[in-house]
């Protein structure tokens, strides 16, 4: 089993929405708080939203308000509702471990996110 699978990127206006889509595998869902990260081109990758380990959630400045993480823990998934895009939130979004400890050693493919103005 892949590790971990984004989807739900693509191309949308400005003032729209989306909705990504993480599933990860049992082994890291079930024992680990999960996130949400984006790297921009000739950008770093940046934290987006995580869920604590004590089950809070915590946004990046720039999407509080626009952005909510959620998550359905029979399904191994972990989602990012995107509302009120703006063009600087264009970028490949990954999901990954959350909490105190960071991102995992390895990421998966990624979905690309681009907001036309």
């Known amino acids: 089993q892949v590790p971990l699978v984004e989807s739900g990127g693509g191309l949308v206006q400005a003032g729209g929405s989306l909705r990504l889509s993480c599933a990860a595998s049992?082994?890291?869902?079930?024992?680990?708080?999960m996130g949400w990260y984006r790297q921009a081109p000739g950008k770093q990758r940046e934290l987006v939203a995580i869920?604590?380990?004590?089950?809070?959630?915590n946004y990046a400045d720039s999407v509080k308000g626009r952005f909510t993480i959620s998550r359905d823990n029979t399904k191994n998934t972990v989602y990012l509702q995107m509302n009120s895009l703006k063009p600087e939130d264009t970028a490949a979004y990954y999901c990954?471990?959350?909490?105190?400890?960071?991102?995992?050693?390895?990421w998966g493919q990624g979905t690309q996110v681009t907001v036309s103005s």
């Open positions: 049992r082994s890291i869902f079930s024992v680990n708080p």
């Open positions: 869920f604590t380990s004590g089950g809070s959630t």
């Open positions: 990954n471990r959350g909490g105190v400890r960071g991102p995992l050693g390895y």
